[in-house]
């Protein structure tokens, strides 16, 4: 038996993914939902980051935090070991969160009312970052042909005629696309020709299948490198989200500059010091050995889930998972938009997935298969289920 098919009870923990209540339901409704939603792993965290919060937790005082040259050395290590990028100690600036070095770095490229591109789908947050900023969202909506996306050029083209920034995901939340380097050159290059920054999500860069891998955008090109920032971080990869610890990286000098006086401006400055502890653990040879364990795990049950579509809901097609452990389903064959679905299913089947309406295509669902397989089979239980039955009341 593995360890990542330990069922670890989160209800009444303070769990986002297990105590949250969505709009419209009671807590009393919300008991016996098995949650399938928001970007959270029900795994352990690997023995090595906890021996490191341990260690923390023993010394007893939690004071304000500096961060350690040890922490700049995992990073560097990790990045040049396992994806060839060879960052420089100079470029790194952690934050305390993927979400606020987002905004952070629209802030500094920017200016409101510039345009910045998104690639629609996208992940939620993307849509308040562009425009919580003063800035104005350009929609680069990906083409969805033979149950896959690619990247609509002419269209990605024409915006950048005008736009000052893209934000990139890399890989692709919510699809689960792994960006190829011909993909991502090939708008990097675009971006150059117009003078469009490249800011490059790349947080969901270690949850590949086992024998894939994701091309950093930065180390494609040495100019690619100078038009961009990178955030990345260990939080998605190894179930951390919560130490909130992330990075800003970029080989540009001036960009860093922008970026310094923004976290200054916005108090940004200050860092979880578990999260600064944690992430020398998770980027280490024992934490590399975890993550392999849970990419494995996880792609055996992308697996299984799609055995069970294909055998006993083939109207709703499951997009291949490249990438993240963020499963997309087309259920454009159904009576009713997937938010109103999402809602269905939690009310009626005592499940939550994410409707694909908050990611700006409401035809889909998303579904979070990092959780151990008795949870996943149970929950995927509940919601073939409710998909046969809408499918068959029509």
């Not at 959780?371 to 409710?386: F, S």
Request: charged share 25%; hydrophobic share 40%; glycine share 6%.
């Amino acid at each position: 038996m593995s360890a990542f098919d330990t069922v670890i009870s989160r209800r009444n923990s303070s769990s986002v993914k297990w105590d949250a209540v969505p709009s419209g339901f009671t807590e009393g409704e919300m008991q016996d939902v098995i949650p399938m939603w928001v970007a959270d792993m029900d795994f352990k965290a690997a023995p090595c980051i906890l021996d490191a919060l341990k260690a923390k937790l023993d010394h007893g005082i939690f004071g304000y935090t500096k961060v350690p040259e040890d922490y700049f050395r995992a990073e560097i290590e990790w990045f040049s070991r396992r994806h060839g990028w060879k960052i420089e100690r100079e470029w790194i600036r952690p934050i305390g969160g993927l979400v606020p070095a987002a905004s952070v770095a629209i802030r500094a490229l920017t200016r409101p009312g510039d345009e910045v591109i998104v690639q629609v789908p996208a992940y939620n947050c993307f849509f308040n970052n562009v425009t919580e900023t003063g800035c104005v969202l350009s929609e680069n909506r990906l083409v969805y042909e033979n149950g896959r996306y690619t990247i609509d050029f002419e269209d990605f083209e024409n915006r950048c005629r005008t736009a000052k920034a893209f934000l990139l995901c890399n890989p692709h939340n919510p699809t689960g696309r792994l960006w190829t380097r011909e993909e991502l050159e090939r708008m990097g290059d675009i971006c150059l020709k117009y003078g469009v920054k490249v800011i490059s999500d790349e947080i969901h860069c270690d949850i590949v299948p086992p024998g894939s891998s994701y091309t950093p955008f930065a180390v494609i090109k040495e100019s690619f490198a100078r038009n961009s920032i990178c955030f990345n971080s260990p939080t998605k990869c190894f179930n951390i989200a919560g130490l909130l610890i992330s990075n800003i990286v970029s080989a540009n000098a001036d960009f860093l500059k922008r970026i310094d006086r923004v976290i200054c401006e916005w108090e940004h400055r200050d860092l979880n010091q578990f999260g600064v502890a944690a992430l020398p653990a998770a980027f280490s040879a024992e934490g590399e050995k975890w993550l392999d364990g849970m990419n494995a795990y996880v792609h055996d049950n992308f697996l299984y889930l799609k055995e069970r579509f294909a055998g006993e809901l083939p109207e709703c097609p499951v997009l291949e998972l490249e990438a993240t452990y963020l499963v997309w389903v087309d259920c454009s064959a159904l009576p009713l938009p997937a938010t109103e679905l999402m809602d269905s299913l939690i009310r009626n089947e005592k499940v939550w997935v994410n409707g694909g309406g908050m990611y700006g295509d409401d035809k889909f669902i998303r579904i979070n298969i990092a959780c151990p397989r008795a949870t996943l089979e149970r929950g995927l239980d509940r919601i073939v289920h409710g998909i046969r039955k809408t499918i068959d009341n029509g």
